[in-house]
């Protein structure tokens, strides 16, 4: 069984900083693509960041340059650091592993509690 358990989140103003962690217990390897996922009130969930087994990574476009995700796979631990954040980051992120090395891979695992992020001043 995995579980993964987001933290980190919290309240911090426009252009500000925070680094999410995902702690991931279970059957979760090296050789799982790992992911972070956000859903705004009103809005899809929608993928923001992943990184495959090969540490290649991807970004949305509204992202790109300002979130950086990142994992220590001693720690079966993955990581996002959200930087220049935006009150549209605002959002509960979650953390998910997929079933194989790529994020094209389907989703493994059930979803986590999520961690809030709100951007305000």
């Known amino acids: 069984q995995v579980q993964l358990v987001e933290s980190g989140g919290g309240l911090v103003q426009p252009g500000g900083s925070l680094r999410l962690s995902c702690a991931a217990s279970?059957?979760?390897?090296?050789?799982?693509?790992m992911g972070w996922y956000r859903q705004a009130p009103g809005k899809q969930r929608e993928l923001v960041a992943a990184?495959?087994?090969?540490?290649?990574?991807k970004y949305v476009d509204s992202v790109k340059g300002r979130f950086t995700i990142s994992r220590d796979n001693a720690k079966n631990t993955a990581y996002l650091q959200m930087n220049s954040l935006k009150p549209e980051d605002t959002a509960v992120y979650y953390c998910?592993?997929?079933?194989?090395?790529?994020?094209?891979?389907?989703?493994?695992?059930?979803w986590g509690q999520g961690t809030q992020v709100t951007v305000s001043s």
């Open positions: 990184i495959n087994s090969g540490g290649v990574t």
């Open positions: 998910t592993a997929f079933a194989g090395r790529s994020w094209f891979s389907p989703k493994f695992g059930p």
């Open positions: 279970g059957s979760i390897f090296s050789s799982n693509a």
